[in-house]
């Protein structure tokens, strides 16, 4: 059994704490804080319900947490020690002093510091090697990135070592090869506070304007491919020097207060262009666009389901949905085009989304006999039991899809609808559906309200006429 | 029908064409550029793959797209005018002064300008009220800011106009209340480009290591909540001050090259936490806590289905898939745990994500029997054609399920599976498949090849003696 030692709790510590706990590592806390186990409770309980879905496939067993007085019982058998305690770089020596006089020397431990250079940390320790920085970026049991970043004094096998653990428990470890005040990442979060706090306090901008200028823009662009993959785009097929050549004079201008800027060389535009060849080169400026768009729907739509950000944008902005019109003909109930996150390796629609394009025709149909959302919040709902399918046809994304539905029995607890979806005049596929309405509190079935089985037995008797539609009643294999 | 007639093609004058058309707009464009028109084609092909499926609800039929040599054929009829000429003042000052003697004097005239402020556009122009900046992020037809800066020359109503323009074409348009250069957005990407060339320069880390250390950690933070709100919950319950407390000393530091910094006074740390408050305020820090997971897994699932960025690290994290064991039984073919992004409004798991489970454990067992990615790029593969799902009890988020699968026949082309998915020994779902082997160029039914028929045949004729599984062969609201 592998343990970590988790050095100060808090909200970074109990990050850490999470992550190995959930990753199959026991964990052993030491923090003279009277709080710390519940505040680690806490982050250990969003994590629960956030990490172990990331995966595909299920995670080891949760290790053992404990919480020890003595820091000489918590380091017991830890391999890793995580120390995250205030950025005073005293305290720190003195946090070190106390690992290193009772720890394992082949441990590694690593530092939450935000600021601080490995040197500095391993100033008049007793192994200085063994200390390296591990910056970690709240929520710690999400985020990949941990920027490791050692001094001359780490060997290469300990750096290896530390990189290895922490691809281990899902990190990404960006070995920052020259150690600097503040690492890499938040010199960027620093330079954009800067500026953020100049808007500010110069009354341009309130904090919530500058986070939707964040959130519903370049933040969607960073969350995939970072800076200079995005502005290699951005130059097009006239490359990444060409962006360049267009935005070095804005080093100039006061496009920001902060106005401590490199020199624009030639040498430095070769610099830059070269590492970006090596970055992206291997794929056209066109395919760049497309693996941007595709993330960029991905991730608008994984928002919009949320309905926050970018996606609460998309749903306000969101044409109506289809009404009930005349119920002597199946119903229209979804129009839409198919999204390019709907598709799979087969290059067509993924079959788990013909049942999420039925399950919305549901959804919508629900809503015309009144099932809406006022309604849910009061504690009914229909619940699908059954589901048949037939995939007849492929479909691309783009293509402009209808569904439309008919009911075969509406009466009592029972709906029982069937969906039929076309492109065009071609029928790609029918669904049939057997829905039980249910008590949100017992969870068991029960009858809906009488506004709702009135229209439902209406529309059922104006679709008695239909017939069967064909496929209905069928079974797997049989016709 | 509306018109928008758009100056200056390429990247961004494009992405202006392409969202306008896709929302129903006729446009009209004048380039002098005879590459134009091909630059705007390509363009609008990305947007027309990927624009239209970001709704749930059908768009508005296109609009018709034209060119035209001469600009008073180009703005005719246009209510809305979008400037996106390179940024040379004079240029721009002489393209407003040919626009004026020939535009309705009613059209917004609008700037892409990611630089000049709307007064210095207006210098010298024959109607300065009639422009203003409207500055969008590339791609256009997709991400939904727009910085709407207007001057004191503007009318209340013409800037109210122009905002209703572009809500109506799915955009949000951020009101910059008090000009300044590069409005708000670009003052942050100007200081993280500024930061950028320095660590590039001084050797510190390459454009791909800046990348990794944006899109792996804050930028997934930054595309869903921007940076104060994503602040306000690193202070936890004490608070916007303590956080403030906390890293207001890091401003005197070297903790960026951009020392220009504000001064960090008690009124600005109160204006601050006021603007957070009215903001955020609405939410305790759990509940940040628990929208913010919500979207990061949401988001991160997103990219992992893209195999990019975050996600192509959760796959390359992921622990093994189950392996082919005895097949004298039932085959284990899922192990996972239910992600949050799979939960509804009714707080369990959705119904298209059962298809989605059993759709992941049929893509497994082909993997088991030699369908694998390589099989399929080498043009076979197998297509779900019929499925009959019985949805038999609720699971939550974060619950550990599994998913057993019998062969029910496996011969020729046909392979007709049965899947039991169960929450521990509570059964949730049985999935009856009948799939189909198909060839991948004529997408019609073919034999497999001789070692997965074999395969197939092998572990067919092992389950032949488990018999039929309880709810195999049912039609729905049939028992």
């Known amino acids: 059994m592998k343990t970590a030692c988790i050095v100060g709790g808090g909200v970074i510590g109990g990050g850490w704490a999470a992550r190995f706990l959930l990753m199959g590592w026991d964990v052993r806390v030491f923090d003279p804080d009277p709080e710390a186990e519940r505040k680690i409770s806490e982050v250990l309980s969003n994590a629960r319900r956030s990490l172990p879905g990331l995966s595909d496939q299920a995670m080891p067993e949760e290790g053992a947490l404990s ?125 954009v506070w800067r500026e953020a706090l100049w808007l500010v306090k110069d009354g341009i901008a309130t904090t919530e304007e500058i986070d939707d200028a964040i959130r519903y823009g370049f933040g969607l662009r960073w969350a995939q491919m970072g800076l200079f993959e995005t502005y290699r785009i951005a130059g097009g097929e006239a490359g990444m020097k060409h962006f360049m050549a267009q935005f070095g004079p804005a080093l100039k201008w006061p496009w920001t207060k902060l106005m401590d800027v490199p020199e624009f060389t030639d040498e430095l535009v070769d610099l830059i262009a070269g590492q970006s060849d090596a970055q992206s080169g291997h794929h056209s400026i066109r395919e760049l666009e497309r693996i941007r768009d595709n993330n960029l729907v991905a991730m608008m739509r994984a928002l919009k389901a949320q309905d926050f950000g970018a996606g609460a944008i998309l749903n306000k ?85 209808t569904v439309e539905t008919q009911v075969i029995l509406g009466e009592g607890k029972k709906m029982h609808l069937f969906h039929v979806m076309r492109e065009g005049d071609r029928m790609l596929a029918t669904g049939e559906h057997m829905l039980i309405h249910v008590s949100l509190e017992t969870r068991k079935a029960s009858v809906p309200a009488p506004h709702i089985e009135a229209k439902l037995v209406e529309i059922s008797q104006a679709h008695a006429g239909l017939g069967l539609p064909e496929g209905a009643g069928a079974a797997v294999g049989k016709r």
């Not at 099932?371 to 504690?379: K, M, N, R």
Request: glycine share 8%; with cysteine; aromatic share 8%.
């Open 317 to 401: 902005a969101q044409a109506p949905a289809p009404e009930l019109g005349d119920i002597s003909k199946p119903i229209l109930t979804i129009s839409r085009a198919i999204p390019l996150d709907w598709t799979d390796y087969n290059g067509h629609m993924n079959e788990a989304r013909y049942l999420q394009a039925f399950g919305d025709a549901t959804d919508r149909f629900m809503e015309m006999i009144g099932c809406d959302a006022e309604y849910i919040a009061s504690g009914g709902s229909y619940f699908t039991a059954e589901t048949h399918i037939r995939h007849l046809d492929e479909v691309h994304a783009g293509a402009r899809i």
């Open 67 to 191: 919480f020890h007085a003595e820091l000489v019982d918590a380091v017991a058998g830890a391999a890793w020690i995580q120390e995250s305690v205030p950025e005073r770089l005293e305290l720190k020596h003195k946090v070190y002093a106390s690992l290193q006089s009772v720890c394992d020397e082949g441990a590694v431990i690593a530092s939450s510091t935000s600021g601080f250079k490995p040197s500095e940390l391993q100033e008049g320790a007793l192994r200085p090697g063994q200390i390296l920085v591990a910056h970690p970026f709240n929520p710690v049991y999400l985020l990949p990135l941990a920027e490791l970043v050692p001094s001359d004094a780490n060997a290469p096998e300990m750096i290896a070592g530390a990189q290895g653990i922490l691809r281990e428990i899902g990190m990404y470890p960006l070995h920052v090869r020259k150690e600097i005040d503040a690492h890499i990442a938040d010199r960027f979060l620093e330079a």
